[in-house]
Nanobody, 120 residues
Framework: QVRLVESGGALVQPGGSLRLSCEAS????????LGWYRQAPGKQRELVAR???????NYIESVAGRFTISRDNAKNTVYLQMNSLKPEDTAVYYC??????????????WGQGTQVTVSS
């Protein structure tokens, strides 16, 4: 059974930084594309960033240049480094695993989410 566990969410002031981690168990993440989604109160869940098996990355426009997705296959972990945080980044962030090495494939697994709150 695949399990994705996120950590690193917190309350941070605008302009601050956070690094989210997502550790996978029951899966060899080096084989798969991985991603981060988020859902703000009253809004639909949206893609934030994704990384393919080969390391290609993709970001939504609102976070490009501020967020960086990376993976450590030896640790079975994917990260989301978030810099220059804004109040509109406040959301629950979810880790995902796709069902192949490309992020154009279907998402098979979701984590339980970690709360990020950006507020002064």
């Amino acid at each position: 059974q695949v399990r994705l566990v996120e950590s690193g969410g917190a309350l941070v002031q605008p302009g601050g930084s956070l690094r989210l981690s997502c550790e996978a168990s029951g899966s060899i993440v080096s084989i798969y594309a991985l991603g981060w989604y988020r859902q703000a109160p009253g809004k639909q869940r949206e893609l934030v960033a994704r990384i393919s098996r080969s390391g290609n990355t993709n970001y939504i426009e609102s976070v490009a240049g501020r967020f960086t997705i990376s993976r450590d296959n030896a640790k079975n972990t994917v990260y989301l480094q978030m810099n220059s945080l804004k109040p509109e980044d406040t959301a629950v962030y979810y880790c995902t695993q796709y069902n192949s090495g490309t992020y154009y494939s279907k998402i098979d697994y979701w984590g339980q989410g970690t709360q990020v709150t950006v507020s002064s």
